[in-house]
């Protein structure tokens, strides 16, 4: 994988006076199946997330309030989203280190995953993750 294989996805955004409302569907909206859903929040100032690679899973990240930033990178190439609107999510797909970075107040991150958690399914280091993806 490399970093061109992440897209912005656009979620269904559905206007109303009284609030709006946005959507997603697994095999619809994001090319896996939810196994598993968690959240990011409370980050304090300065602090990052992630920081790893997934062997197998697949991601979408919506922050869902406030912004962050999430930085991906195959070994070769780095790119950087900036994630703001809760309609918007990014898909990141398995083989791609990850970090999460400059998370405003009060933000909120809501990750949908295509596995169960899986210790072994994580690369915890950057040599290993170049290592595994082959760069070195």
Do not use: C
């Not at 899973?57 to 900036?82: N, P, R």
């Not at 405003?104 to 595994?132: G, Q, R």
């Amino acid at each position: 994988m490399d970093v061109n294989s992440v897209r912005l996805i656009q979620l269904p955004k559905i206007i109303d006076e009284r609030g709006n409302i946005s959507f997603i569907e697994e095999d619809n909206h994001i090319p896996f199946k939810i196994e598993r859903i968690y959240w990011i929040y409370d980050v304090p100032g300065g602090q990052s997330r992630g920081g790893h690679a997934f062997i197998k899973q697949q991601e979408l990240i919506v922050a869902l309030s406030g912004s962050f930033d999430v930085m991906v990178d195959d070994g070769s190439a780095k790119q950087t989203y900036s994630l703001n609107r809760s309609y918007y999510g990014l898909f990141i797909p398995a083989g791609l280190w990850r970090e999460m970075q400059n998370f405003s107040t009060n933000s909120l991150a809501i990750v949908l995953s295509s596995t169960h958690f899986d210790e072994k399914d994580y690369i915890f280091e950057f040599d290993e993750f170049l290592k595994y993806n082959k760069k070195l």
